[in-house]
């Protein structure tokens, strides 16, 4: 690991200033993917900015009926709020379809929108990869695919945003509250939160440096039966090959994304609107255009089955 | 002696050569994303509570709270695995939840109160669950065994506060310790020896519930 040099933020605002301030500097939250990648050097920041004891760790009620989760809340208590467990069910089931016991006691909300990919590329530093260093090359592309992104990838990366619970936000519509060095606050909707990679696959997010996650509001309950279908190659404790989350309304409309096959949680709002006509039709709508390569293909079908499955279990 | 110096020159040779042909490779990405030099690693002290003991520490930032544990309080109870988040051997608790102490800074954890294997229990007073352990043969070469019992602990603390699984049908239903939970519930340790039946085993026995 580099040597880097460590604060203790007091507030948002110096937190913010602090990383804004200084070229190399980065939050650190919960820590589990950072340190984990900086322990291979693949990130190397000189400065770490600790953000533990800013406040956003408490769960509340918005005027309009949402929730608003601090951006410090850990996935396990996100998890196990019963406001969530009730009313956004998707989103409890996601979390726990993800990561382990410990490392969900550890992995803030904002971090783990934060979490980088897992392709194997871009963890093994001796291999080219644009995200890790830009204009290297990307091994991936003709290399060992399997895992990797069947839509919205890019010839410069085929990278996979990794996680489950902004899969569930973004079919809970949900919105990334954030605030800079100078003070200005944003509302991103989850929508716009995570890039697709284009010729930037160094970037993953639409934050600037320094701009600082706060929060992340769930609009009011939408109803429905909530889902979160995971297809991966271990019963826990594995990163998606596929993963659907969706929420069916009695009449058999709803809203559905995907995990695991794009840069970001992979939703098509054309898409849900064919829901009632049957998995095949909502999944060829929002998966048009896709461009797996020979070793992940199959992600295409099997999101299709994943969807059909749960849209069995809702008619049950 | 002679032949020492002389693979070690050799060694430095190649080194150096290495070090050359690592410069040329990097040359291109050196205009993509210049980083300011990495600082010169200075110690900061910490103070947290181990098994109820006050510890003052004068630590490099990034020394895991793993490493000081093991190489700055000698308490070696708590393994290091793959040290990477992926093996649980490391697993500890941090103010009365369960983490991989391989994937946290020492330097974050200011006044917490952490609990190792030692703090469970001693080999005259056991925890429970480690005559569980003992009871149902939870381990074979016992390296994963810390960190099995510290999750094992707090897995059945995480069911009785109610905190949610993968395998819940009914999400709002209170979890109970059947085998099925306590398989999902325990997936962030591995155990190559393969005493995962008997570690369930024990657990249930702790857990006063027939799996």
């Known amino acids: 690991m580099k040597a880097f040099t460590y604060e203790r933020a007091k507030d948002a605002g110096a937190a913010a200033r602090a990383v804004a301030g200084r070229p190399g ?17 693949v990130e190397t920041p000189t400065h770490l900015v600790d953000v533990q004891d800013l406040g956003f760790d408490t769960i509340v009620k918005t005027a309009d009926g949402g929730l608003r989760i601090g951006a410090l809340v850990t996935n396990t208590n996100l998890a196990a709020d019963a406001r969530v467990r009730r ?11 993800g990561a382990s016991g410990q490392l969900r006691n550890k992995a803030s909300t904002a971090g783990n929108l934060l979490q980088r990919t897992r392709c194997p590329y871009f963890y093994d530093t001796n291999m080219a990869c644009n995200k890790r260093r830009p204009g290297s090359g990307c091994a991936a592309i003709g290399g060992y695919s399997r895992q990797l992104g069947v839509i ?47 010729d ?29 279908e995971k297809v991966r ?17 009695p009449d058999g409309t709803g809203r559905v994304a995907f995990g695991g096959v794009a840069p970001r949680p992979w939703r098509v709002e054309a898409a849900d609107a064919l829901l009632p006509q ?19 293909g199959f992600k295409l079908p099997l999101a299709t089955r994943a969807l059909a499955s749960v849209i069995a279990q809702a008619k049950a | 002696m002679t032949a020492v110096s002389e693979v070690e020159l050799s060694r430095r040779g190649l080194l150096a050569g290495s070090a050359a042909t690592a410069i040329v490779v990097a040359a291109p990405a050196s ?48 393994k290091k695995g793959c040290d990477h988040g992926q093996c649980g051997a490391c697993t500890v608790m941090v103010d009365g939840v369960r983490i991989n102490s391989c994937l946290t800074l020492a330097v974050m954890h200011q006044g917490d109160k952490i609990t190792t294997i030692e703090g469970l229990g001693t080999p005259d007073k056991l925890h429970p669950m480690q005559a569980a352990f003992i009871k149902h043969d939870g381990y074979q070469c016992g390296y994963c065994t810390p960190g099995q019992i510290c999750s094992a602990v707090a897995v059945l603390d995480e069911i009785k506060r109610g905190v949610p699984s993968h395998v819940q049908d009914d999400l709002t239903a209170k979890p109970r310790a059947t085998n099925v939970e306590m398989r999902e519930r325990m997936s962030g340790n591995i155990c190559r020896c393969g005493a995962y039946s008997n570690i369930a085993d024990a657990m249930a026995d702790v857990a006063g519930e027939n799996a």
């Not at chain 1, 009313?87 to 379809?97: E, K």
Request: glycine residues 8%; aromatic residues 6%.
């Open chain 1, 200 to 228: 930037r696959p160094d970037l993953d997010t639409v934050l600037k440096p320094g701009e600082l996650i706060t929060a992340v509001t769930l609009p009011r309950p939408i109803g429905g039966k909530h889902f979160y």
């Open chain 1, 87 to 97: 009313d956004y069910g998707v989103l409890t089931r996601a979390i726990v379809a």
């Open chain 1, 25 to 41: 500097a980065k939050f650190i939250a919960g820590g589990t993917n950072l340190l984990d990648l900086m322990k291979i050097e």
């Open chain 1, 278 to 296: 049957g998995a095949a039709a909502v999944t060829a709508r929002a998966f048009r255009g896709a461009t797996p390569t020979e070793d992940n």
């Open chain 2, 31 to 78: 205009d993509a994303a210049p980083l300011p030099q990495a600082p010169a690693p200075t110690s900061l002290p910490v103070s947290f509570e181990v098994n109820g003991k006050r510890r003052e520490l004068s630590l490099d930032p990034r020394t895991t709270l793993l490493d000081a544990l093991r190489e700055h309080l000698q308490l070696t109870g708590t």
């Open chain 1, 233 to 249: 190659d271990r019963a826990s404790y594995a990163y998606a090959l596929v993963s659907v989350a969706a929420v069916i309304q």
């Open chain 1, 152 to 198: 919205g990838v890019s010839t410069s990366c085929i990278a996979t945003f990794p996680g489950d619970m902004a899969v569930a936000m973004r079919v809970l519509d949900a919105v990334v509250e954030t605030v800079d060095a100078t003070g200005a606050r944003r509302a991103i909707p989850i929508a716009d939160f995570h890039r697709l990679w284009g």
